[in-house]
């Protein structure tokens, strides 16, 4: 009996051992080719991403990715995401590289990528492939779009640094110094102080004629949270208002303590212009250059956009100069045109929105001449050519273009620059 039990104990002994091995050795197989499929599955879904970017994308755009997925990405330049990095890791990565598209796959990590204020303003999902064997976790791919304040969404301006008090501004920077009516102004200004009591800024536009404020805020100050190492930062979205005369405008900025006291005097950021339609006095355009129309009309520069999105309206205003006086009546074209020549936007008009036609210039004046380009939203993405050409009203005959090496144009147009339509 003693001798049955121990052999009954002994084949358990034996089972509980076999068992696991069996059903490990039945398993395996399984697993392995669940883990293959799993592999080979991510492989379609990046390539699946990479077809979507065949399509979409330009091939000078770069594409963040970690390396798994290198292999598939090689038609663009490519900018390597840490594995397994921490969030604050892969956020440094993408505001330093400024990737166009971002492939990510769903983490702990990139759940903290995705909620930061920075990300979420600059990068937007385009495309999302599903993993089918873990549902959990997609491939998503996200475009980038520069926000306001950033310095790649137009021309800026580096304003004037100073300081007050304990108070010193060690950047600032503003898109433009023009002031046109319901056209914003992104100014951002960055303080580094010692002074640990509170403090009120005040942000004012004011005319250098009559001293009229046209544009104030105020802001609290946390003088408690600063930083050795950071400085402090404000961004201002300006918005002119309808009705502010031609002219000299100041932005300044001042502080108060909490008495209302000022702290020193106002600094000056910069001085912004309300620009005159018609003026003896040469004008200070954003690009300067020299092309003469015919024989009496001058083209001394321009403002633009270096960028543009499908669906947006572009501003553009020319500076012409009037070398003499014009029996004729002229029109101005701007078209944006496609390598193959294909006008994708287009406007026609007679100079300052049909209100000042060229038999009217008078020989030294100076014209801002403003264009409207509506860019619908099937416009493909790309560098495209900003042209300009000047035509006779009456017969369409376009006038020669020089540049001021005094070459002809042979197209009887010019080509100001490329126009990035992301």
């Not at 310095?151 to 800026?156: A, I, L, M, P, Q």
């Not at 355009?285 to 129309?293: A, D, G, M, V, Y």
């Not at 001021?404 to 197209?411: H, K, M, Q, R, Y």
Request: net charge negative.
């Amino acid at each position: 009996m003693l001798t049955f039990k121990r052999l009954r104990a002994s084949e358990y002994r034996v089972w509980f051992w076999l068992l696991p091995a069996l059903l490990l050795a039945l398993l395996a197989p399984a697993a392995v080719h669940t883990w293959r499929l799993r592999v080979a599955g991510r492989a379609v879904l990046y390539n699946n991403l990479a077809g979507w970017l065949e399509e979409y994308a330009l091939p000078v755009e770069r594409v963040a990715v970690s390396s798994a997925g290198l292999p598939h990405f090689t038609n663009w330049p490519v900018v390597e995401l840490p594995e397994k990095a921490a969030t604050s890791t892969l956020l440094e990565t993408l505001q330093k590289a400024r990737p166009d598209y971002v492939v990510t796959p769903r983490s702990v990590a990139w759940d903290g990528v995705y909620v930061q204020p920075w990300f979420q303003e600059r990068y937007h999902i385009v495309a999302t492939e599903f993993d089918p064997y873990d549902a959990a976790t997609p491939l998503i791919l996200y475009r980038y779009t520069p926000a306001p304040f950033d310095n790649d969404f137009g021309e800026t301006v580096i304003c004037e640094d100073g300081s007050v008090a304990e108070i010193a501004i060690t950047n600032c920077r503003l898109h433009g110094l023009r002031l046109l009516p319901a056209v914003p102004l992104y100014l951002t200004v960055e303080l580094r102080g010692t002074l640990a009591v509170p403090l009120r800024s005040i942000l004012r536009l004011v005319a250098e004629a009559d001293e009229r404020v046209w544009l104030q805020e105020e802001r609290r100050l946390a003088t408690d949270l600063w930083y050795e190492e950071l400085p402090m930062k404000q961004e201002y979205r300006l918005v002119p208002p309808q009705g502010m005369p031609v002219g000299a405008y100041r932005l300044e900025l001042a502080f108060y303590r909490p008495n209302q006291a000022p702290l020193g005097t106002p600094l000056i950021l910069a001085t912004l212009q309300s620009p005159p339609t018609v003026s003896f006095d040469p004008p200070r355009p954003e690009h300067s250059l020299q092309l003469t129309f015919g024989e009496d009309i001058q083209l001394v520069g321009y403002d633009a956009p270096a960028r543009a999105a499908p669906g947006d309206t572009v501003l553009i205003a020319l500076y012409w100069r009037a070398r003499g006086a014009m029996p004729t009546d002229y029109k101005v074209f701007v078209h944006l045109l496609g390598d193959d020549g294909e006008v994708l936007a287009q406007d026609d008009a007679q100079p300052a929105h049909w209100t000042y036609p060229t038999t009217e210039w008078q020989p030294g004046e100076y014209i801002r001449d403003e264009h409207l380009l509506y860019l619908p939203p099937e416009t493909p993405r790309g560098d495209w050519r900003l042209t300009v050409g000047v035509y006779a009203a009456e017969t369409g005959e376009r006038l020669p273009v020089r540049g001021a090496d005094g070459v002809l144009s042979p197209e009887r147009r010019e080509m100001l620059f490329r126009l990035r339509v992301r």
